[in-house]
């Protein structure tokens, strides 16, 4: 059974920040491309940030969050991180992490297969 399973979420000020991580379990992920989703109460899901397999160097990400937000994973390709700096409160949402068929980075929601449950992020003051 594949697992993702997101943690480091929590409850952060304006400016400060967070690092937010996937362990994927129950299938390799290292040739397929991971992504990161967010969404915001009353709001659809959306595209935050996407990497490609570990023999790739694609990252795309999400126009709001370029310079601020890093995507990245390990050499075995089963854990994904996303480093959240300068957050801000519109950053606030639902986080979840994706795993893809396919190797090559995507922002598209329809083309990842496995999903994890999730994990809250809040920017206030």
């Known amino acids: 059974q594949v697992q993702l399973v997101e943690s480091g979420g929590g409850l952060v000020q304006p400016g400060g920040s967070l690092r937010l991580s996937c362990a994927a379990s129950?299938?390799?992920?290292?040739?397929?491309?991971m992504a990161w989703f967010r969404q915001a109460p009353g709001q659809e899901r959306e595209f935050v940030a996407s990497?490609?397999?570990?023999?790739?160097?694609?990252?795309l990400y999400r126009d709001s969050v370029k310079g601020r937000f890093t995507i990245s994973r390990d050499n075995n390709g089963n854990e994904l991180y996303l480093q959240m700096n300068n957050l801000k409160p519109e950053d606030t949402a639902m986080y979840y992490c994706a795993g893809g068929e396919r190797w090559m980075a995507t922002k598209v929601s329809s083309t990842y297969t496995y999903w994890g449950q999730g994990t809250q992020v809040t920017v206030s003051s």
């Open positions: 129950g299938r390799p992920f290292g040739n397929s491309t």
């Open positions: 990497i490609s397999w570990i023999r790739g160097s694609a990252r």
